[in-house]
Every structure is written in C-alpha cells, then in structure tokens.
C-alpha cells in the first residue's frame, strides 16, 4: 500500500493529466502545487518540495511514474504517471481512484459530480458499476453508512488515508507523521483482524 504522500502525488498526476493536458508532464514546482492547493482536496495538505521529490524516486522503482528528462526546449525534468498502466485500470476507473485519492472516501453521486473534468459519467450507476470493480480486484471499499449520512461511502485501497473527522487547518506532512500514519493505519488492521479471531464475549 502506498503512503499518504504517495497516493496525493499519484492522484494528482492523475488528475492533472486529464484536467491540464497542455501543462503535462508536470514540473517539480506544478506538481508540488498540485499536492497543496486548496480546492478539490480533502484534507488540504502541506508537503514540501524535498518530500515530494523524495516521493518521485520511491514511486519510480515501483513502476508507477517516469521521469521525463528536458528535451525539444524544455529546461527540466518533467513527471509523468503511468500507474493507470501498472493498475490496469482504464479512463474511467482512473478517473474515480484519482478523485478518491485526492478527497477520500465519497458517495457515489459524490464521485460523479468530482469526476466530470476527468471523465463524464452518464449517471450514478456507471459509478458504482466502476466501484464494484474496483472492490473486486481489492482496490476500493464499501465503507458502512456513519450515523448522521444519508448515504455509504467508497473509500479507495491503494494508498493510507489520513483521518478527517477533526481536520480544520492544512495537514503539514513529514517524513515522520507520514510514517506515523501508515503505522496508525496498519495497526487499525492488525486490531480488526485480531478481533476477527477472537470468539464472542458474553
């Protein structure tokens, strides 16, 4: 599973490729912005350019974005995804794991209406019918319905998740508290596995 930072960077590449086809591949400087700008992210985060960078060369062995080195009159390297390849996922399962990625967990309508720049959905069944595909290869969720919405939400299963319940101001992300969320994140597991195994107490 991917870090928190890996899945905003992954998203992001995902999202700008579709949504600013001219501007792609990003720069270092776009992608970072990318990562921190306010609109269409939950939670709005703070991730500084040397972790983003760091970021870049742990995705790259992992097959999931390219370097594009300057050429034809560009002056630096550039940065492509090529995870919806690695993921096999076509434009409109990309289309819904990159707007995951970026604003967690989402009803269907959510995501259809979030989408509409990456890829046009005719209504909220092509939604789902995406969803249930991706919850049959292990990457996405059906989250139960929490008390006060009307609706159940999707959450995706590529990369860890920061909790948003009591979010108000930007997530400042470092090597360490990234490192924290994916221990938080694994330990969740390991507690609801354990409980699995667990018999019933009276």
């Given at each position: 599973m991917l870090s928190v930072v890996e899945g905003r960077v992954i998203g992001c590449l995902l999202e700008?490729?579709?949504?600013?086809?001219?501007?792609?591949?990003?720069?270092l400087n776009a992608l970072v912005s990318a990562c921190n700008q306010s609109s269409s992210r939950e939670p709005v985060m703070q991730i500084a350019e040397h972790e983003v960078q760091s970021t870049l060369d742990g995705l790259k062995p992992q097959g999931l974005l390219r370097f594009v080195h300057p050429s034809h009159g560009r002056s630096v390297t550039r940065f492509r995804?090529?995870?919806?390849?690695?993921?096999?996922?076509?434009?409109?399962?990309?289309?819904?794991?990159?707007?995951?990625?970026?604003?967690?967990?989402q009803t269907a309508?959510?995501?259809?209406?979030?989408?509409?720049?990456?890829?046009?959905?005719?209504?909220?069944?092509?939604?789902?019918?995406?969803?249930?595909?991706?919850?049959a290869d292990g990457r996405a969720q059906l989250l139960?319905?929490?008390?006060?919405?009307?609706?159940?939400r999707w959450q995706?299963?590529?990369?860890?998740?920061?909790?948003?319940?009591?979010?108000?101001?930007?997530?400042?992300?470092?090597?360490?508290?990234d490192r924290i969320a994916q221990l938080e994140a694994r330990v969740a597991r390991l507690e609801a596995a354990l409980a699995d195994l667990l018999p019933p107490t009276d």
């Open positions: 700008k490729e579709r949504t600013v086809p001219d501007q792609y591949p990003l720069t995804q090529v995870a919806d390849e690695a993921w096999q996922l076509d434009p409109p399962a990309a289309a819904v794991v990159a707007v995951l990625l970026l604003r967690g967990p309508a959510e995501l259809r209406s979030r989408c509409e720049r990456l890829h046009e959905f005719a209504s909220v069944d092509e939604v789902e019918a995406v969803l249930r595909e991706l919850a139960e319905r929490q008390y006060g919405q009307k609706e159940a995706q299963l590529l990369a860890d998740e920061i909790e948003q319940s009591h979010i108000a101001a930007p997530v400042v992300v470092t090597p360490a508290n």
